[in-house]
């Protein structure tokens, strides 16, 4: 794999993590995993547990003492319904499957499934919603299930305004033809992006034309700030950032009662071909109203909630109330687990209340991107506040108690949610979770430090676990507790010193099973899809190793011309191995004469930085390249050797030091252990190919 490549395949990586949050994703590296033996009750994993006596009681205290008689929500659910596709599968372009509604139809067999929290199980249905539905009589329709998120047409004079239009082109595509089948053919006069997350944007190219955005035709609405957060948030941390999304997705493991059920705002996210056309119209002040194709809409911008911009919508023709992703059946999450800035519970809070006071007096339908629909002003103003409510407790709450004294290690064993809530669907966390949030809460206001001097400089968890194991007799007896505290269905505290233990030992199997069996228990009895995806694919992991089939998702180039040349050179001095780099410097001029821009990037100190806007007097090497190549060196389609021999790069100064630059560059791979010892031992190390992309013309060049 050339360099250039290389750097595409990281960024493609980087920017997969931004369609999961988040955004945020997985079809499995392509491959839809099922367990024919599941409908009779067998375990994907030969070495994988039932539900223990302990997971099951649970269960059954669960069932006693949640509001299992509320049916609103399924009422809501259904309501409205058209039609259902004659097919389950959506193909990609690329030949893999991309969207399988059918690997969760066991879900609809009427079973209780003991390794389902029974909350979590009810939610898993409600999102098996599958078809087109009527929201607004005539005007608003939703296709749910084709995606992690629903796609909203609003019914114009002429034409759809579609919201949301999905994570690929595929599904996206496929719904506006299941629409246009049913309802009659409209042509895309409009296209909304409620905010910055892949599933939401990354299908427009399955709904509208560039061509046509460009020319006015169609017109992409986005709040301000869209088209750096859509990429920013994912892309300096974006390997890992997708690494840690197999376990927060588990979206390598069978799709079955003992493994991945939901994902709490959908089913899954669809693995397609994503793109991104820039909007041609923002959103800047805090309300605006726009009308197109007679269509009355009012923006209200609520940055810095579930997504760095985003916006909610109301339409006074309709009384309908568009909440995007601000308020789903779920709450969300405040500290995501694949990793992202920390979320601002209160100001998600706010921005609800500003919802409820501004548009919800008077709204009769609140639909979203995600779950259902609600329908009558009382109902609409009841779930309003409660999720308001939800967020502003969990920050209020939190902060109480900090400030007497609770740590971040703390928080999540005191902070409770108010029993008021709990006895409401709207407030249950599916999406997030309550104590992650909790310490999220804590860690915006205060960081990761509990006052605990111990904490200042702690040795690395493989240093100190020895001491641990040395301390507590040694495994034997570790295992002996712990196989005792499994037992009585402490998992728990017997996760504490099989930690330990596992860390020590990597390569003790009987003390990884054991563990993996406290894991997959805490995991069949959690609420939140992210807790019990995490605890499931860690005990995959420590039984069975590392997960091979996770190949990178090619992102296309939308999103690499998306990228800023200041954010692409940001990236360099993250992708650089700074070990290697000690003693090399150099000044270099880039200068991208299509787009009028100039930047001084320099190598010094083992570390690489950039400044658009000035030029160095007398630079080791100055380059001069349009940034429409640059896009392909980019993407790894050319590199700069070919670009100079082209006629479209120029090479004034010594290209040498450039050209050693190149060789410190590293590949990004989502194929690193999270638990040490699950990895298979390496042989060699992999070629990089022959091409030099980074390779510079010969030092006579001009």
Known sequence: MNLSRKLSLAFSIAVAGAAMTTTHAAGGGGAIVTNPGAAEGKHFDPNGTMPSKYTIELRNGLKATLPFDDKRDFEEAQKGFIAAPDYKQIMADAGNVAWDMGSYQWLLQGKDFDSIHPSLQRQAVLN??????????????????????????????????????????????????????????????????????GDHFGGVRGVADEADVASGKVLVIAPVGFMRAAIEENVMAGNAMSRRLQWQYSMLLPRDPFGHVDQAIGKNIANGTTGLIAPNRLIKDDFEEITVDGIRMVFQNTPDTEAPVEMN?????????????NVTGTIHNIYTLRGAAVRNALNWSKQINVSLWKFGQEAEVMFASHSWPRWGNARIQEVLRTQRDAYANLNNQALHYANQGVTINEIQNVYEVPKSLQQQWAARSYHGDVKNNSRAVINRFLGFYDNNPVNLHPLSPQDSAPLYVEMMGGSAKIMAKGQQLVDQGKYLEASEILNKLQLAEPRNMPARRLLADAYEQLGYQAESTSVRNSYLQGAYELRNGLPTAAPPRSTGPDVVRAMSTEMWLDFLGVSMDPKRAEGL?????????????????ELSNATLTNIQGQQAENPTLTITINRTDLDQIMMGVSSFDAMAKAGKAKFTGNPKPFAEFGKLLVTFTPDFEILPGTAPVKSGSASIGQSKPFQAPAADAD
């Open 313 to 325: 919508t109301y339409f006074p023709q309709f009384k309908a109330f568009w909440a995007a992703e």
């Open 128 to 197: 098996m919603a599958y078809g087109l539905y009527e929201v607004v009589p005539g005007k608003v329709y939703q296709v749910r299930g084709y995606d992690l998120a629903n796609i909203s047409f609003i019914k114009g004079d002429t034409g759809w305004i579609v919201f949301d239009p999905l994570t690929a082109k595929e599904t996206a595509q496929a719904a506006l033809e299941f629409i246009n089948q049913k309802l009659g053919k409209r042509p895309v006069v409009g296209v909304v992006y409620s905010h910055s997350h």
């Open 585 to 601: 410097t150099f000044t270099l001029n880039l200068v991208t004469p299509d787009n009028g821009e100039k930047f001084l990037v």
